[in-house]
């Protein structure tokens, strides 16, 4: 079975929430509450240009910016924290559900004998994971601790996928990234990877397009042929 990638390409690089998961919905419920809390309004539109695809702290300073707001960064930490610990309950509330197409877009790679890494800002990718029973897929992973601890510029540098390539044993012109953040699809494109699928989850095919995908699909399983 095809991939729907490029010859050259022999590693795969996933991103997690909203491509692999659904759990980019819940994430942007707990933005959503935890700022409106704070008594700023945040809607979709804001977590794609703002938060999407970021690390956690980096997300909070870039909404709060953009509403002429210079927190601290003990302010920051506390908020980006109380968001995190709201993602959570939510998850154990509502569980973890993988994308089905996304599944089998994993099977087919697995049964094709492509290394397949995941690259998320997350910190909770372990716990997503082994929840979505998506464990078996994964040859390497970058989370948001990884960042943390090798001190890798957050996306959209391209440090976390480059690491990533690294850890597959690639290098990125060989790998495809595959990504639904803005900030994911210009971290691919300025890591200079051999192949950047823009997954689109929040209508913005457009903007996934322009800022670097190489093809734009709704469900990985349309590569497959």
């Given amino acids: 079975m095809s991939l729907g990638i490029p010859e050259k390409i022999t590693a795969l690089l996933f991103d997690l929430d909203g491509v692999l998961t659904s759990t980019a919905v819940l994430h942007r419920q707990a933005w959503r509450q935890t700022f409106e809390a704070m008594g ?17 702290y980096d997300g909070v300073r870039s909404f709060l910016t ?8 003990d302010e920051v930490r506390r908020i980006g924290d109380q968001k995190n610990d709201l993602v959570n309950s939510i998850i154990d509330e509502q569980g973890i559900t993988p994308y089905p197409a996304s ?27 082994r929840a979505g029973n998506l464990l078996d897929y994964v040859d390497a992973l970058v989370d948001g601790n990884v960042i943390t601890a090798s001190n890798l510029r957050g996306k959209p540098a391209p440090d976390s996928f480059v690491e990533g390539a690294r850890r597959l044993k690639t290098a990125p012109e060989n790998a495809a990234v595959f990504e ?18 823009g997954v689109d989850r929040g209508n913005q095919a457009e903007a996934l397009k322009a800022g670097g995908a190489d093809v734009v699909v709704d469900e990985l399983d349309e590569l497959l042929s």
């Fill in 66 to 73: 953009s509403r002429s707001l210079t927190p601290s960064e």
């Fill in 180 to 197: 639904d953040a803005l900030a994911g699809v210009q971290a691919g494109r300025d890591g200079g990877f051999g192949f950047v699928v």
């Fill in 103 to 129: 599944v089998e877009y994993l099977k087919a790679a697995r049964e094709a004998g492509m290394p397949i890494g995941v690259v998320t800002s997350s910190a909770n990718a372990m716990r997503v994971l």
């Fill in 40 to 56: 700023q309004p945040f809607s979709e539109q804001d977590y794609l240009a703002y938060v999407d695809g970021k690390p956690r």
